[in-house]
């Protein structure tokens, strides 16, 4: 079975300087980026809070995660701990999911960086060691997000897929379908840091909500894989995270760490708008979100208002910018203890009147290895007929008729007819502009299978 790539903490050192404050509360910076400082306040609802299955490398529990990590198991057997991963190249890449944990749900508590939404619960499943998982150990990990008893929102999977067959891509993408659309789990994924004007698989399938990363301005990071598939942005460059010492903070670049903010913000707002499908989650974040040079970039603070909680945006408290920057503690302080990074220095004893050190903890100075996926050719394609697709969302505004289907596998071509007019594309979407229309009929066609029966939309029901 082949392999699945993860997304590194690439492209950028990670950095530990001597300041008068930790990024920790309101005013770390993907949370600015985000408008979701209000979040970092705000409990969990009566009915509890969800959870964020993140499927990683594991998480450690010498950070400051505390009650927020519920679970961990892993799909390869114990130990649990996040074991880190290794690129292609051979170099490590520290500790992967223990990071992208703490974006989500790192507690305020004047230790390491804060999460978006530290009231959340996090579930962690081990499904890489070294680098690699194949798609069977994230079939697993995806059932072992939908397990009742974890109350799962959102799955994160800050990986990408480049050496799937066309078989093992079927059967992921089946997975992700039906946590989607059975379990009612948002699938959340890291669009890719190859600068490709194309999604990296799993962000590709059109059950995914994918994620770019942006600079503190809302503009796409260079590194950003994107493309008009793609469904928002946010801060991806210089995020703060907490290290497996606890008291340390990284700074971390990449399409991984952009990732889980959104994944904080959907669990956050399933929490409290329970009624919510995913799809309808998904949609109020884009309708929601603020538009830089054609891309979405996540807006917390405006989702929230528009879906009737904007008492908690009003109440979430402010404590001002704090830069990815902390003054080290001494050996044995904070909830990391005395256990840190190799070759990490300690800051010297403040009472002694010695100047603090800059501490650098080393990361991966190289891209995460992230290739786009080719389709298939049709004689690897399933000879089974395609179902009619499901209309996934439609929108038309001033004179562009967006719509996009689900149910087309790799290969599969899509015809859109709006009224008299016939479109053909290779993707799940059509985006065109038209004065008027009444009807959209949507069909798949699968080489050498045959063609679905057809998904009808008329204009006359969907915008009564």
Known sequence: MRRLAVLGAALAGVLVAPAPAHADGAGSPQAI?????????????????????????????????????????SVLGPPFDDLGATSDTGVPLSKHGTYVAGVIASQVDGVGASGIWPASKVVSVRAFSGGRASAWDYIQAINRCQEPAHNVKVINLSIAGVEMTNAERNQLHNKIAQARDQARINVVAAAGNSGLNDL?????????????????????????NRGSDLDIATLGTEVCLTTASGHRIAVGTGTSYAAPIVSAALNALRSYRPDLTPDEAEQALIASARVVNGVRVLDVAQTF?????????AGGSGTGAAPCEVVVA??????????????????????AGAEPEVVVIPAAPVAAPMVSVPLPDDRDLTAVAPDRPTLKRITFRRGRLRVAVSGRRAGDVVTFTVDRRRFVR???RLDVRVRRWRTVTVRLRRPGAGISPALVIRRAREFS
């Open 33 to 73: 980026a985000a408008r979701a400082e209000f979040l970092s306040s705000t409990p969990a609802p009566p009915g509890g809070a969800g959870a964020v299955c993140v499927i990683d490398s594991g998480v450690d529990t010498n950070t400051d995660l505390g009650p927020a990590l519920v679970e961990r198991g």
């Open 330 to 351: 001494a050996p044995g302080v904070g909830a990391g203890g005395s256990g840190g990074a190799a070759g990490v220095r300690e800051e010297p004893d403040a009472e």
């Open 305 to 313: 208002i528009d879906q009737g909680l904007g008492s908690l945006v």
């Open 426 to 428: 290779s993707s799940s």
């Open 200 to 224: 990296a698989f799993p962000a590709a399938f059109l059950e995914v909500f994918s994620v770019a990363a942006t600079d503190a301005a809302g503009t796409l990071a260079p590194f950003s």
